[in-house]
């Protein structure tokens, strides 16, 4: 197993951990420890696909896995932020409504042998999403944070149906 694979479950090992730390309340600091985690797990993001493209290492396993891990870190940062009351139900429903249509169309090209590359819009969604919900974890419920979630939302949004445009071809009834 190459080091971006690596990386990416280690992201995934991280999720139990980051979630550990933000449900704990007998930890002192555990908020803190619980975003140094979520921000560690994010950057193995950014570092699995940099080592993969820079050193030719992508693979199906990383094209398809890495998504996925990308969605358990931010479904869990969602689900202890909305237990909180710092983010609204309706943003984790729009979110996670967008991650299923598109896992949906992952796997229905998968099905027929293609693997899909996230597009810039998928990556500006993630960034976005990585900012808001970094700053909500740090900060909890500001105008400023309110105001980068909603971005993030818009980004989600226009980064969805994006996908569909471009992977229609997925979604007819044969």
């Not at 870190?73 to 202890?80: E, G, K, Q, S, W």
Request: hydrophobic share 55%; proline share 2%.
């Amino acid at each position: 197993m190459n080091t971006p694979n690596k990386l990416t479950l280690l992201r995934i090992i991280l999720v139990p951990l980051f979630m550990v730390f933000m449900l704990s309340d007998f930890i002192y600091g555990a908020r803190l420890f619980g975003t140094i985690v979520f921000v560690v797990a994010f950057f193995t993001d950014w570092a699995d696909g940099y080592l993969a493209r820079k050193n030719g290492q992508v693979t199906d396993f990383g094209k398809i896995m890495d998504p996925l891990a990308d969605k358990m870190l931010v479904t869990a940062a969602l689900a202890c932020l909305t237990a909180e009351g710092t983010i609204s139900p309706w943003v984790v429903v729009i979110i996670l409504a967008r991650e299923f249509i598109v896992s949906g169309i992952r796997i229905t090209a998968a099905a027929e042998g293609n693997v899909i590359a996230a597009s810039i819009w998928g990556k500006a969604k993630t960034m976005w999403q990585f900012v808001a919900l970094t700053l909500a974890l740090l900060f909890g419920s500001h105008w400023f944070v309110t105001v980068c979630i909603w971005l993030a939302v818009v980004l989600t949004v226009v980064s969805g149906i994006d996908y569909i445009k471009k992977n229609a071809g997925y979604l007819s009834m044969k």
